[in-house]
């Protein structure tokens, strides 16, 4: 088996930086908002609460940032170049992920034996990559809903009244929590399945060169 090249263009500084970002508040968002479902010690309520918007307009203006980046910073459309492009051709249709999708999903199925070859990504990522974007979105406007009462947010508040009342608004918070939840793990191993060179270049922007055996 061969491994491609991890270079740097295929992730710039500031793409780095942001995937750093996002991390750390979804691990904070995570752990506030469990602490906030159900204090697990006493005495750290407001930190939680205060934790828990902080993140959340971090991982907003992150997001929103990266967004805008995207048409504007370049950065490698293949694994194992230097060559470069603009990133947000890395998310619109390519020619190396044409005819690609199901033969993706027979490989994590276990019904083919080798990977499928594509551009950066495949596209089984780029569907689910770009489906955190609204979602994201979404779960920043449930939370607002939550806290609309004690805001008088009359915005927010029509978002309750249309699923029902608070508590079902909290299920739908707390559900979309899970499914980032399981996201990550999923996002994490299938990215280092083979090596961590994934790891090394998006978390410490360090190059890997190729190898075979």
Known sequence: ??????????????????????????????????????????????????????????VIINL??????????????????????????????????????WETVKYYLFLRKEGVISGKYGSLQKISYLATIPLTYLQAYTGFCIYAPAMDLGFFKGGLELVGGPMNMRIIHYFIMWVFIVFTMVHAYLANIYNFAPSKIIFLWKETEAKGH
């Open 64 to 101: 929103t940032f990266r967004i805008i980046a995207a048409f504007f910073v370049k950065s490698a459309n293949k694994m194992g170049t230097r060559e470069v492009d603009l990133d947000i051709k890395n998310w619109l249709p390519q020619e190396e992920n044409k005819h690609q999708f």
């Open 1 to 58: 088996m061969s491994t491609h090249a991890y270079y740097r263009e295929a992730h710039p500084l500031i793409f780095v930086i942001t995937h750093w970002i996002n991390l750390v508040c979804m691990v904070m968002l995570a752990f506030s908002g469990f602490y906030i479902h159900y204090p697990f010690f006493d005495g750290f309520m407001g930190v939680a609460r205060g934790m828990h918007f902080v993140a959340m307009y971090v």
